[in-house]
């Protein structure tokens, strides 16, 4: 045999650890050839030559399914690495085969009023790179890192921050929170809103894609000792439901930029949130590094522009620090 040929042979290739993978995640043969869609037996042949390939068992097989050995759990990562730098090729060769311009894969909490971060952000991306094109996705805070990791996506701005290793981030604006009511409630106009006007009526808040602004609103209510009972809303339904006077919610103050009628913004006193870009460590494309660059230099014009919506969070924690040491 040829020692290409022979080479290729006790090469773990990606179908080999896709099976591997996939059998890790589902712990059952079964559910692991669905999630491949390809037939149980040939997933148990493909996980049996991966393990004489690597020589050691990757599996404890049981009658109820499967799970990993030592070896197993030592290997995964690197079996997740490995298909993530096959894709990486993939996707830089098909960069360099086509002639047209490539698109730059992003996330970012939906909706997004004009002359918000977003919007600023892509414009200063385009400025120079007319031909440059950029999908926006709306993922919940957790898809997010998971879609970055896997090159689903090449940057996200995030509410959630960085949750899995190999991602980088930047902090970008800190923005207040505002309750949000419809035009004519008895708090429109108000110069803050108790947490318990949050409980008078249905709180429509994305709880699933928007969890950490949650988690921030959650707590600060049981700090307050009230209690909130959400009911589960997509966010591009939320805007629309409040000014049909549906409920209620508590949404970043850069909403205010929407033109939706029939909608007042009453700040809801201590609560903000903290915007950030996100990126792979290792990912050297010069469109990624300009799209985070064009994100600093649109969170620095829009502090500038509107103090009242958007700050600086390193300057927000030198306050707090202050604050803090002065307690």
Known sequence: MDPVDQQSADDPGPRLLRAFLALAVEGHFGHAAARLSIAQPSLSRQVRQLERVLGVPLFHRTPHGASLTDAGRLLRPEAERVLAQNARLVRIARDCAVPSPSVLNIAAPLPSPA????????????????????AVLDLSDEEQASALAGHRIDAALTWGGTHLPGLASEELVREPVHGLVT?????????????????????????????????????????????????????????????????????????????SPGLAFVPLPGLSVLMSVMWRRTDDSPAVAAFVAACRSAATALIGKRPDIWSDPRQAAGEATRDGGSA
């Open 115 to 134: 002359g918000s971060l977003l919007s600023e952000a892509i414009h200063r991306f385009r400025d120079g790179r007319e031909q440059a094109r950029i």
């Open 183 to 259: 035009s004519g409630h008895p708090l429109e106009g108000a110069e803050r809103m108790p947490l318990s006007a949050l409980s008078d009526g249905p709180l429509l808040f994305p709880v699933r894609e928007r969890r950490h602004c949650w988690t921030g609103l959650r707590d600060a209510a049981s700090a307050a000792r009230v209690r909130l009972e959400p009911v589960p809303t997509a966010p591009a339904a939320v805007l629309g439901m409040v000014a049909d006077g549906l409920g209620c919610s508590a949404v970043p103050a850069s909403l205010r930029l929407s033109s």
